[in-house]
Every structure is written in structure tokens, then in C-alpha cells.
């Protein structure tokens, strides 16, 4: 019986030291300056997608370039997101969230374990949160609280994030990086809206501007899952554009095609695939009934 006790009493105490850690690892998180490269596998079914991430972090503020399979960068600053242009951040037109961001909301505020582990011969912590959506596994180095692996295991899907190098850097880096941009805090336009939404869904994508006469017309292509290559003209409903000729243009030449309008904004899409598929794909990119 008092042995019985004796392990009970010791459960109990494991559980509020682990308690305490969590709350020692989450306001290192939030304190912590750091720059790495990482490595991000997506699952979706029987698709694998690979991207190499570079990221420097101050607590929650963060700036990543996606290095490849297509370059990419952005950054999370004081709440806000942005998209990254050359030197100019510009606001994002929808909220980005790191996988990392969703892991430390979901454990403090989600029942987690915690176990000591080792990760590439070091000591190290493994952190395990179920929630509702989702069940994150982290492991964490010790005694420096970095977090070097996340694994997001979802109902559908799995998202893996392992970091090859990171390192503790000065806040003066981070700061003297951050003044190099020039922030731009406008609001995005209704075009950049309907291309990030496209960029979002694509892969191997690319985004190209035309300038006609005066016509502003956003061209975005790239590789749809379960659709193909598709291309997308985008351009404001106020422009002297026809959407039946350009229509007619992709047909001509053995392509699906067809026009799309939604908030001010047409769409002219084209592709080889069945005209019923490439709707039903755009309806759903965009929610149309």
C-alpha cells in the first residue's frame, strides 16, 4: 500500500514539474532569437510536397523565405502578416500561420504530454498535444529549449518540419534585417486577393503582370491537384476586356476554357481537363454556389 502511494505521489509530482516545463518552454518560445533552415514535408492522401524554409524568429515575430521548389518569402510582425517583394513588405491578402505558431497555441491551451528523448544523439524533450483537429508531436533540445522536429498529424493530412541548422543570433541581427524593408501596411487590392487565393491552391506557379493599352491584367499559371496545368487571367470588371474573345482564344487552340466573376474581379480560366472539372475546381477555390 505505502508503495502504492509512494508511485502515486511520484506521478503526481512528474506531472506538475512537466506542468512548469511547458510553461518555461513556452516563454523561452516567446523570447528566444533564433535563425535556421528547415526542412517541411505536406501529406494530402497520396501527394508529397517538399519545401526548404529559411527563417530567422524573434519570439513570434518571423521572417521565412521559401528557398525552393519555388521561392517565396514572407514574414509575421506585431500580429500582422506580410508578403515580401524585393525590399518592400506589403500587408498579405490573407492570414498566414506557421506550423509552428498552430503547435504553441495548441499547447497552452490543449492537454500535452511531455518525456525526455533524444534527438541526433542529443538530450531532448518530446512533446505530444491532442486537439481537436490535430495531434502535434515536438521535440524540443535540451537545456537550450530550441525546437529542432514538429510532426502535425491531422485527419487527412501530415505536415513534418525537421530543422538541419539553427542557432541563437543577437537581437540587433534580427532588428538590423527587419529595417532593410520598407513596410507597407495598405490594404491589398481585389486582384491581389483573387491571386493569392490562386497561388494558394497551385503548385510550380508563377505570376506574371501585362500592361495593354492601359489594361492591367494579372496572368497566374501552374499545376492544380487532380486538374493540371491550368492558366488564369485575372483583371478588374471595369477594364475594356473581352472575356468571350479571350474565351474563344484558349478553345481554339484545344483548351477547356471559361469566364468567372466574383466582387469586381473577372477570370478567364483555361485548361486540358474536362470544362465540368476545371468549374467545379474554381467553384470551390472560391466558394461560388
Do not use: C
Not at 186 to 213: F, G, M, R, T
Amino acid at each position: 500500500m505505502k508503495k502504492m502511494l509512494a508511485i502515486f505521489f511520484l506521478i503526481m509530482i512528474t506531472g506538475v514539474a512537466f506542468s512548469t516545463w511547458i510553461n518555461e518552454f513556452v516563454s523561452a518560445y516567446a523570447s528566444q532569437i533564433i535563425e535556421g533552415h528547415r526542412v517541411i514535408v505536406e501529406e494530402r492522401g497520396d501527394t508529397t510536397r517538399l519545401r526548404y524554409e529559411d527563417v530567422l524568429r524573434n519570439g513570434y515575430n518571423e521572417i521565412v523565405k521559401v528557398v525552393a521548389p519555388d521561392f517565396f518569402e514572407w514574414a509575421h510582425l506585431k500580429g500582422r502578416t506580410y508578403i515580401i517583394f524585393g525590399n518592400e513588405m506589403k500587408t498579405s491578402p490573407a492570414t498566414i500561420v506557421d506550423s509552428e505558431q498552430m503547435f504553441i497555441k495548441a499547447l497552452s491551451s490543449d492537454p500535452s504530454k511531455v518525456s525526455t528523448s533524444t534527438y541526433n544523439g542529443k538530450k531532448s524533450y518530446r512533446i505530444v498535444v491532442k486537439s481537436r483537429n490535430a495531434t502535434y508531436t515536438a521535440l524540443v533540445l535540451s537545456p537550450s529549449l530550441i525546437l529542432v522536429y514538429l510532426k502535425i498529424k491531422g485527419r487527412s493530412s501530415q505536415i513534418t518540419m525537421t530543422y538541419d541548422k539553427v542557432k541563437i543570433v543577437p537581437l540587433d541581427y534580427f532588428n538590423a534585417v527587419v529595417s532593410k524593408f520598407k513596410i507597407v501596411n495598405k490594404p491589398p487590392s481585389s486582384i491581389e486577393v483573387k491571386v493569392w487565393k490562386l497561388v494558394y491552391h497551385l503548385d510550380n506557379v508563377s505570376v506574371a503582370s501585362l500592361s495593354v493599352n492601359g489594361i492591367s491584367i494579372a496572368i497566374v499559371s501552374g499545376e492544380a491537384e487532380g486538374i493540371g496545368n491550368i492558366v488564369v487571367y485575372v483583371f478588374k470588371s471595369s477594364e475594356n476586356v473581352s472575356t468571350s474573345n479571350l474565351v474563344s482564344q484558349f478553345k481554339s487552340k484545344g483548351y477547356s476554357s471559361f469566364a468567372f466573376e466574383q466582387n469586381g474581379i473577372r477570370m478567364v480560366f483555361a485548361g486540358s481537363i474536362e470544362i465540368g472539372k476545371l468549374k467545379e475546381w474554381v467553384n470551390k477555390i472560391f466558394k461560388a454556389k
